[in-house]
């Protein structure tokens, strides 16, 4: 019995090998990849991609994203498509990444019925049709999915498929902070501030900097900075000086 033969494997040796990060679950999850398991490519894929448990390879990773899609996992083609947007392991091609996002919306997943939606709503590879990103983006948000849900408050807030409605706005803002999108807890945050409900707002801006990169820590800092309430500009000042420290 070898690694090369994971299916040999004795299910609780198998199993405590995938719940162990490190080499032999890189390992593990190559030789299922290499045995033509979807999941598994998909799993080795994304190890490459974010350079986990094993050296990064962006070109290797489309590869395996590639073989999984081919074998018409809806994941595997989202990450096909987010790889030919952001030119992951390629060069950019905004066309083929939309192709991809549409085939796997059409599968039913959220996540890609997210990033359709994104494009179509930012022209981005397809001709611009809100219209029809805010029907993706609704279908995602029946899943459940909080990314989704944000935008549609933005779409809300901005009017981009229809008269303004802050009150859907806030709604959708505060259904996505709760399903732990950060982005939309900063936006519920700003809405609970300019509803007067300040310290609310600063329990949302906190899980907002808890959950964002830190590119988005730093745009929260220079919102609250600017802002008419002291109570956020008390609150940039604290988290100024703890990234000083």
């Known amino acids: 019995m070898t690694i090369s033969d994971p299916a040999a494997l004795p299910p609780e ?61 809806p994941m595997a083609l989202n990450m096909v498509g987010r790889c030919y947007e952001l030119g992951w392991g390629c060069a950019v091609d ?21 990033n359709y939606a994104t494009q179509l709503a930012l022209g981005h590879g397809v001709a611009t049709d809100r219209a029809e990103a805010l029907r993706w983006l609704e279908r995602a948000g029946d899943l459940g999915y909080a990314k989704a849900v944000n935008f549609i408050g933005s779409f809300a807030e901005d009017g981009w498929a229809g008269p303004r409605d802050m009150a859907k706005a806030a709604r959708c803002y505060a259904r996505a902070a709760e399903g732990g999108d950060f982005r939309a807890a900063f936006n519920h945050a700003r809405m609970l501030g300019a509803g007067g409900q300040v310290e609310g707002a600063l329990e949302w801006l906190a899980r907002a900097v808890a959950g964002g990169t830190p590119a988005f820590a730093a745009r929260v800092i220079r919102w609250c900075t600017a802002s008419d309430i002291p109570a956020f500009r008390r609150y940039a000042a604290t988290l100024r000086k703890g990234r000083a420290c």
Do not use: N
Not at 94 to 106: K, P, T
């Open 94 to 114: 905004a066309g083929r990444a939309v192709a991809c996002y549409r085939i796997a919306a059409g599968q039913g997943l959220a996540e890609a019925m997210y």
């Open 13 to 73: 040796e198998l199993a405590a090998r995938l719940a162990t990060p490190g080499a032999a679950r890189a390992a593990l999850v190559h030789a299922a990849a290499q045995a033509g398991e979807a999941e598994a490519q998909l799993v080795y894929g994304q190890m490459l991609l974010d350079g986990t448990e094993t050296p990064g390879d962006p070109r290797a990773a489309l590869d395996w994203f590639t073989r999984a899609a081919a074998q018409h996992h």
